[in-house]
């Protein structure tokens, strides 16, 4: 397995005895068909046909070679230690949301929740939040067709809504250039 970006000093992660037994499988193919060029797709089906006709037994070895790696994993993860400032795995930037920005628009369910949800709490007062989502999923899931347009003309009116204030919320971020410009910063007033 690859390493982390940026840190060359992290221990190479674990392999699983199915990517041993993958591994295995290329090598042999290797020596056996050394000019041949592989289709890593019908490779790895093959491959995969092959694993699952083998028997507990026929595994084991390749599990045992897992385990082996697991503890090498463990034993170089404790020595280990991070530099200054990485995030964890899978850590991304939560991009700002602008306050000012106007509100999405509703779909037809949205709406039909919206106004039945009061309904549902007044009929099943001990029912959690989940319980009420499921509820109203469920009435939805059975109300008419007449119910549901009704419901769509609502969400495509709040589209149209969505897109004027967009539009407009666009509009006043724009300088008479076409560019952006910071809200902090003061504009002129020449007319």
């Known amino acids: 397995m690859p390493r982390a970006k940026g840190d060359s000093n992290k221990p190479r992660g674990r392999m699983t005895a199915y990517a041993y037994f993958m591994q295995t499988c290329r090598e042999e193919h290797k020596n056996k068909y050394p000019d041949e060029n592989v289709v890593f797709l019908e490779f790895s089906r093959r491959c995969a046909g092959q694993w699952k006709l083998m028997t507990e037994n026929d595994k084991k070895r390749f599990q ?34 602008d306050p000012n920005a106007p509100k999405r628009s509703l779909s037809a369910f949205f709406w039909f929740c919206h106004d039945l949800r009061g309904h549902v709490k007044e009929q099943h007062p001990e029912y959690t939040l989940g319980e009420i989502a499921k509820e109203l999923g469920r009435r939805w899931g ?29 509009k006043s971020k724009l300088e008479p250039h076409g560019e952006y410009y910071d809200e902090d910063e003061e504009e002129d007033d020449d007319e």
Do not use: C, I
């Not at 993860?77 to 995030?87: D, E, F, L, S, W």
């Open 142 to 170: 059975v109300s008419d067709d007449a119910t549901k347009a009704q419901y769509a003309a609502k969400a495509e009116q709040d589209r149209a809504r969505y897109e004027r204030d967009m539009n407009a919320y666009k």
């Open 64 to 97: 045992g070679m897992a385990e082996r790696d697991k503890l090498r994993f463990e034993n170089e993860m404790r020595h280990y230690q991070p530099p200054q400032g990485a995030t964890g795995r899978g850590t991304k930037r939560k991009q700002v949301k």
